[in-house]
């Protein structure tokens, strides 16, 4: 997308917000409930527009996704490194977020606007924990594809992409090149489409402040606070040790060398959002400041910033767990166990792009049976304050990335000298 290659958009797009929030909380608070009913509708359209976009943009993006990893043969050990990689920084990531949202539990207690009037639903119950693992995995595979896409069957959706895309990897090349070509340009469409929706970000947030402002009450900004909290606390733990502990065994590397190499594409990550739109600089980082060879970095970050999002895929979990308990739910083992697989499919399905992770929110409330307009309510309320999540997020999810550049190439038998840990001295 043109508009993404630009950070000045997405700094714009930050003041917008920033000053949406001071006027809808002005408004709400104000000019009561009247007022706040005449500009609410702004912050609904603008939920609506997101749901719009979930379905095709997650099976797109995971389609994409898969396909450019391709077959074993033809990357071979590289390939399998790399995924390996992801699915393991991705899983290690949801973990610290569900014991942190347990631990902290910071939906308990809340209380959001409209939610007595709006319709509770009753949370998917697994029919036990043998039963469990083959409910899930037939929920992958939908009977009628057409029939997962027509009712938003996000787990059918999903498995469907994957297996569109493992098929797409190992057709002939001349169908392979063509189906890629169409499946890219759809991809790109469809984030196009979710960055018209984006820009009108500043508005709804303005209506959905604007409501939240007529009603906040100390237990709700409580509760919001230690949300908060508890994500960036969450996120500053993977960053700040589980990473790091990864560059140290398994690459050999020091992790400050690391992270001075990538100071610019975290700074860039940090200020615009979007993965996509650093990918450039992370490129930059881990090939000419990192030492990484072009064969691995051109493969690692620009598959990374489709399929490896470490932040998005924590937020997913602990955003989910919250809006559970502010609803009165006690999520069972096996239903967290369902949004920890889950929040790793839609965190893949994620699009480089600011609030990208909020829009697959909806897929994993979906899989426990969540989807209803009570939570709707609540991810509204928490897209008024996700501007600075998503920017938290969207830079760990470029030092994952980076992380995963350099654990692949020194598994290639890569040196890095500008990486290397600094030997204690001899006496």
């Known amino acids: 997308m043109q508009t993404e290659t630009s950070g000045a958009w997405y700094r714009r797009l930050h003041n917008q917000v920033l000053l949406a929030m001071v006027l809808g909380a002005a408004v709400g608070l104000a000019g009561g409930p009247a007022a706040a009913d005449k500009v609410g509708w702004l912050g609904t359209v603008f939920v609506q527009l997101l749901k719009m976009v979930i379905v095709p943009l997650v099976f797109f993006s995971v389609a994409t996704g898969v396909a450019s990893v391709g077959t074993g043969r033809d990357l071979g050990r590289l390939g399998l490194k790399t995924l390996a990689y992801y699915v393991t920084t991705s899983l290690a990531a949801i973990f610290v977020g569900q014991l ?3 631990a902290i539990r910071p939906g308990v207690g809340a209380s959001f606007e ?6 509770v639903p009753q949370v998917a119950q697994p029919a036990g924990a043998g039963q469990f693992a083959l409910d899930l995995l037939l929920r992958f595979i939908p009977k009628n594809p057409i029939e997962a896409f027509a009712g938003g069957e996000m787990l059918g959706i999903i498995g469907f992409a994957i297996f569109v895309g493992v098929a797409i990897s190992h057709s002939p090349i001349q169908v392979r090149d063509r189906a890629k070509t169409a499946f890219d340009a759809a991809f790109e469409v469809m984030m196009t489409l979710t960055g018209f929706a984006i820009k009108v970000l500043p508005l709804g947030v303005f209506g ?10 100390a237990a709700t ?11 960036a606390l969450g996120l500053a733990i993977h960053a700040g040790v589980t990473l790091p502990l990864l560059l140290i065994v398994l690459g050999r590397v020091s992790p400050r060398a690391h992270a001075r190499a990538m100071r610019d594409a975290l700074l860039t990550a940090f200020s615009t959002s979007s993965s996509a739109a650093t990918m450039p600089v992370t490129l930059d980082g881990v090939e000419r ?9 051109n493969f690692v970050i620009p598959v990374g910033a489709t399929v490896n999002m470490d932040g998005t895929a924590l937020y997913e979990c602990v955003g989910v767990i919250f809006i559970a308990q502010a609803l009165g739910f006690d999520l069972s083992a096996a239903q967290q166990a369902t949004i920890v697989v889950t929040a790793l499919a839609a ?17 994993v409330l979906e899989a426990v049976g969540l989807a209803g307009e009570a939570a709707t309510v609540i991810v509204g309320v928490m897209l008024a304050i996700d501007r600075p999540l998503d920017m938290m997020r ?18 290639e038998g890569e040196e890095l000298p500008a990486l290397a840990r600094p030997r204690p001295a001899v006496r």
């Open 347 to 363: 965190s893949i399905g994620a699009a480089g792009i600011p609030s990208a992770g909020l829009v697959m929110i909806f897929i």
């Open 289 to 297: 400041r990192a030492g990484v060879s072009k064969r691995v970095a």
């Open 208 to 217: 959905l402040i604007a409501v939240a402002a007529t009603s906040a009450d």
């Open 114 to 119: 409209g939610l007595a009037s709006k319709t």
């Open 100 to 102: 942190l949202v347990n």
């Open 221 to 231: 900004v409580r509760a919001l606070v230690k949300y908060v909290v508890t994500i």
């Open 394 to 411: 969207t830079a760990v999810n470029i030092w994952s990335d980076s992380c995963g550049a350099v654990i692949v190439a020194r598994s």
